[in-house]
């Protein structure tokens, strides 16, 4: 039964689909408790309006208007943080005096680091989301703590361990590097989107019982409270799109003409890119495979082609019905159809999510940040991948048959079958992300309306963006 509150929440996202979708998830888990729901947002990426008629939106002027940029990259997110604080600032000063002590708290995205700076000077409580996995930002944290363990490294050492970090190796590095070292902007960066500030507590898309150990070492590292109370997809009440793309919803007509457990989904997401040649390899390891697939080839994501005119000559005439493709499509729905049964995938943690959450096991080529580090765990740790090393078509052509063929590829599956079982007891009443979830709707409720003045601490991290500018 939905429980009657009268606190309102802020909720501000990175606008970025990836971290946006696990925000507007959030929002509804927390209006189902009887909260009500703002959400502040960058107009860059705005969300569709109409798909979360729950929800009070708010635009805030971002000065990236007539900027193509498909994605952020560290100087638009520079530019975000600082173009959005006076915006963010005087709506909330608005809503303060409109809603008085009925405003519990602000729920912002690590990387808008701005938020934490606007809560402090308005003493209003802030709580930090974070929309990676607990494996990544532990990454992070022991890489940037000591980095002269780390960088610069050897060609030569791209597949040894790193140290402390095990499965992970060198070629896994979740901070960008240049020459297999990191410039010290980029570094002071990813401590800046890591330093909680003066946030009361924080909000993770994972489970406990996937991550416990490694929740339980960073809870010590931030000595706030955690609430681990993923997956959202899951756990939100309402199914609404959140994608800010077109979905093409043909590709499921096309999939109920399949055989049951016969489909390999393939995407790369909302940002990634690649060239011709990794398009070209990727085609035809798809067409030597046999093997009926579905692939999402986004308007941009091959350099310097528009959607799927880079497809090699002959290409489309060989596989025939067998394959469909599409610029974009609505993902969770695939996943769950019953012909689909792998997912070649850039290792998105929302798709991750989505697709042990569906049973289906994965072939990981992951790209930047988190994705390496989840790739790693699903291939050697959980074990319900098979991570794609090498981008060759040959390759690809093996493991694809691998995956959907072999008993390598029925052991993935039994696995993630597992997998998605202890998962759902988390869900459940007695389970650990519902209690997290009780727990946190406790905490929300209980925050003191404004917070007493920050207490100055010498020599505190500064988290202002200005070393991305000078990157």
């Known amino acids: 039964m939905k429980i009657q509150r009268k606190q309102s929440v802020v909720l501000v996202p990175l606008p970025c689909q990836g971290h946006l979708t696990p925000m507007l998830q959030l929002g509804s888990i927390l209006h189902s408790q009887g909260f009500s729901v703002i959400i502040a947002h960058p107009e860059f990426n705005t969300p569709k309006y109409s798909n979360h008629p729950e929800f009070v939106f708010h635009s805030m002027d971002d000065v990236l208007k007539g900027i193509n940029i498909s994605s952020p990259s560290l100087e638009n997110i520079y530019d975000l943080n600082e173009n959005c604080k006076v915006p963010l600032r005087n709506y909330l000063v608005k809503k303060m005096k409109e809603e008085g002590d009925q405003l519990a708290c602000i729920v912002y995205d690590n990387v808008m680091i701005f938020v934490d700076d606007v809560a402090t000077q308005l003493r209003l409580p802030s709580i930090v989301l974070h929309t990676s996995s607990a494996a990544y930002l532990h990454s992070m944290i022991t890489i940037y703590q000591q980095p002269e363990k780390y960088f610069p490294f050897e060609d030569s050492q791209l597949l040894d361990p790193l140290p402390e970090l095990h499965p992970l190796r060198f070629k896994d590095v979740p901070i960008p590097t240049v020459n297999n070292t990191v ?197 050697h740790m959980y074990k319900v991948g098979f991570e794609l090393e090498v981008i060759e078509r040959t390759v690809i052509e093996k493991t694809v048959r691998k995956l959907m063929l072999s008993d390598e590829g029925k052991d993935l599956k039994k696995r993630v079958v597992d997998m998605k079982q202890k998962i759902v007891v988390g869900m459940q009443i007695d389970g650990a992300s519902h209690k997290n979830l009780n727990d946190l709707v406790d905490f929300i409720s209980a925050l003191p309306s404004r917070l007493p003045p920050p207490t100055p601490v010498v020599g505190a991290f500064d988290t202002s963006s200005k070393c991305i500018r000078e990157s």
Not at 208 to 229: C, G, S, T
């Open 183 to 379: 410039a010290e902007p980029v570094l002071d960066f990813f401590k800046a989107i890591n330093n909680i500030g003066s946030s009361v507590a924080t909000i993770w898309n994972t489970m406990q019982d996937m991550e416990n150990p490694i929740l339980l070492r960073l809870q010590e590292h931030y000595k706030v409270p955690f609430y681990a109370i993923g997956p959202f997809h899951k756990m939100a009440p309402m199914a609404s799109s959140t994608s800010i793309l077109q979905e093409d919803d043909s590709c499921i007509k096309w999939l109920d003409r399949q055989v049951p457990n016969s489909v390999l989904y393939v995407s790369i997401g909302s940002q990634m890119r690649i060239n011709d040649k990794e398009l070209t390899e990727t085609a035809w390891g798809l067409a030597k495979s046999d093997q009926p697939f579905l692939w999402v080839i986004r308007p941009g994501s091959v350099s310097g082609f528009q959607c799927a005119e880079a497809l090699p000559d002959g290409f489309e005439k060989m596989v025939g019905e067998r394959g469909r493709i599409v610029k974009w499509a609505p993902q969770k729905q695939v996943l769950s159809h019953p012909a689909v049964a792998g997912f070649f995938t850039h290792c998105g943690w929302n798709s991750t999510l989505e697709s042990i959450l569906e049973e289906v096991p994965l072939i990981c080529r992951p790209f930047l940040a988190d994705q390496p580090v989840t790739a790693r765990y699903l291939s």
